[in-house]
């Protein structure tokens, strides 16, 4: 035994000791290994004769959460994963793998669902939407004078080695960007909608172009665009039609399908090139579908130009709040101002300017009307830089964002 010293001085007890502290050993603790048969890496949390691996790193590069192997779903038309997560998963955005096409869930959802084809709004207006989940299949119509269209996002875009749809019902719609048109759910399989039962059985309709279809916005000369048109129908016959533009600097090709309701067909995107000279232009609305005939217009605006001559910032009106969508407006100082169509743009702290303007010529300033705030961020004051393709330089405005 150790030879133990007492030391009383001051009413202290002191004691000199030799000895031996043990301290408690932890039951569970991170531990890190690695598997001796996939080669892959292992962080785990545990006992020694019970840890759980929550995190995975495999020999290819690929990673798993919670998941000890990575899916692989090639052999079913499917994709072999880099990162496989057992378990919910956020983000504020979600986008392709250059960074680019991303979307956040509110994109989605941020309309009525419609869940069965059933419970449609009864009472909608022009440019409302809806998310159709009937099957759990992704599909989007919008409503626009008196008929559902519809409306293709990024979310209902897949390719044909890529479909992730295995559940469905008869009516359902995506779109296929292998050949650039919709697929249908036809009873029990996806096919491309013109080959549906019901197309073959005679789908259609009238052209009703008593005077011909305007496009819904002016282009302008040397932008490459898209426009829009309202195609007039009667005698709608239920099931898939065949609509195509390719005339004059403008194109479309898509497939709709009927309900036998429609009164229009709403015929979105027409790609303009930025092709030609200003004026007038007409094509021929074509369908196999068809009966009858229709020729649209849309007009391509002759170009504008100006310099900006913003000595000092500008400020915007209006008043836009943290949390709530919003709009303002904003004058920019100009001089040199020919006549004609230009397109004045921003993108910059949650705000955005996409605006088409028209000159007569001379003009010393030019307004704004929608500059766009999404609700993100945070209160204050922000710069907002507003070029033009067609005008020289730039101005940078002053927008404030309240609490």
């Not at 001051?10 to 031996?20: D, E, N, T």
């Not at 309309?111 to 909608?124: E, G, K, L, T």
């Not at 296929?176 to 009873?187: E, M, R």
């Not at 009164?263 to 009966?291: C, H, K, M, V």
């Amino acid at each position: 035994m150790k030879h133990i010293k007492y030391w009383i001085r001051s009413g202290v007890l002191l004691c000199g000791c030799v000895g031996v502290v043990l301290a408690a050993y932890p039951t569970a603790y991170w531990q890190i290994g690695r598997d001796t048969v996939s080669q892959r890496m292992q962080f785990s949390y545990g006992d020694e004769a019970s840890a759980i691996e929550y995190l995975s790193f495999f020999a290819d590069g690929g990673i798993g959460i919670s998941a000890t192997t990575l899916s692989d779903g090639s052999g079913s038309g499917g994709q072999s994963l880099k990162l496989d997560v057992t378990g919910e998963v956020g983000a504020d955005y979600y986008c392709d793998s250059n960074g680019l096409n991303c979307f956040q869930t509110d994109d989605l959802y941020n309309f009525p669902v419609i869940a069965d084809n059933d419970a449609w709004p009864s009472s909608p207006s022009g440019g409302d939407q809806v998310f159709n989940q009937a099957g759990q299949v992704i599909q989007s119509y919008k409503y626009s004078s008196s008929s559902w269209e519809p409306t293709y996002t990024p979310a209902m875009e897949y390719v044909t080695d890529d479909f992730p749809l295995t559940l469905g019902e008869s009516g359902d719609v995506v779109y296929n960007q292998d050949c650039n048109c919709l697929w249908c759910y036809d009873t029990n399989e996806w096919k491309s909608c013109d080959q549906m039962n019901i197309g073959a059985s005679g789908a259609g309709f009238a052209f009703d172009c008593g005077t011909s279809p305007v496009a819904n916005n002016s282009l302008i000369e040397g932008h490459p665009e898209e426009t829009y048109i309202l195609l007039p129908i009667t005698s709608p016959i239920p099931g898939a039609v065949n609509i195509s533009i390719n005339q004059n600097g403008l194109v479309h090709a898509q497939t709709y399908v009927l309900d036998g309701t429609e009164t229009t067909i709403g015929i979105q995107p027409i790609d303009y090139n930025g092709g030609g000279a200003s004026g007038l232009r007409t094509f021929d609305i074509l369908s196999a579908e068809g009966t009858g005939s229709c020729t649209g217009e849309v007009t391509v605006a002759a170009v504008g130009s100006f310099i900006f001559d913003c000595a000092s910032s500008p400020t915007a009106t209006g008043t836009l709040t943290v949390g709530n969508n919003g709009n303002a407006t904003i004058n920019i100082p100009i001089t040199t101002a020919t006549a004609g169509s230009v397109l004045i743009e921003a993108h910059q702290n949650n705000l955005t300017i996409s605006e088409k303007i028209d000159f007569t010529g001379g003009e010393t300033s030019l307004a704004i009307t929608s500059i766009q705030y999404d609700g993100e961020g945070t209160a204050g004051t922000y710069p907002l830089v507003i070029t033009s393709d067609e005008g020289t330089g730039s101005c940078t405005g002053l927008v404030t964002i309240s609490p």
